[in-house]
């Protein structure tokens, strides 16, 4: 059994792991701050021994992780998902530091919300597609020679300043907010919002829609895609949709498809 899990809603993603170990050392750097769910997706080397050695005490951590094939299947019912990334890529996507990230994802999962957190792979960490999915991405500040943490360590940062984050946020939310200036608006608007964010399941289906249709209306030409759905992806990730929203949307594109077929 997998004990006092302070964050129901929140999932640590490892995908594609090369060391076991590591898988074990980050369900323990978890466990530690009371994070318990963990998804993995494709591991290398899973269950091992290796793993549960290294996880000393959060071996239960490691027993219950759910294996799936591929990210979609890890994050399908996610309303925000964030990736975690040690460098800057081409076209930038909305970055939290790790703090606000951490506001967020208490805060978000504390509304009921499941959350995801990506952690790529050792060796080349997450791909641009897999970075595509997130809402936000979220870098830990390190010193300019070495900006690769080890997994799991990176794992324990973004997991410490969760549990920091809630402690903080633990009966004095109020008190804590009214003094903040860096709250931001999209964190007040979430609050009083009258649907539920879309999932990430509802974005992939209306991302491949969308495709289909600038494809059709010869728009899109996927031979020679340049970064169109790297930059509607962006744009629509940044809105943040809500599931009624994503349903006006996939019914315009609907119609669109009916008038030119
Ligand atoms: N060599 C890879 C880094 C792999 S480190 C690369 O160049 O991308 C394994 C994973 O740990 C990364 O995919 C990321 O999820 C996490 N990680 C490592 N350093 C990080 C940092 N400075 N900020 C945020 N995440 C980091």
Redesign the pocket.
Known sequence: MTEQNLFPGLRIVL?ETSHPGNIGAAARAMKNMGVTSLYLVNPLEFPSAKANYRAVSAADVVENAIVVSDVDAAVADCELVI?????NRRIPWPLLD?RACAEKVVAEQRRGMKVAI?????????KNEELQKCHYH?????GEAY?????A???Q??CYEILQSSLRQDGQAETFYATRSDRRDDDAEAENWDMEYATAQDMEHLFEHLEQTLVQVNFHDPKNPRQLMTRLRRMLNRIRPDQMEVNILRGFLTAINKKCS
Do not use: K
């Open positions: 995908i990736g975690t990334s040690a460098r790790t990506l952690f790529g792979r050792e060796s080349r960490g997450l979220v870098n830990i500040p390190t900006s690769s943490l080890n997994l360590m990176a794992v940062v973004i």
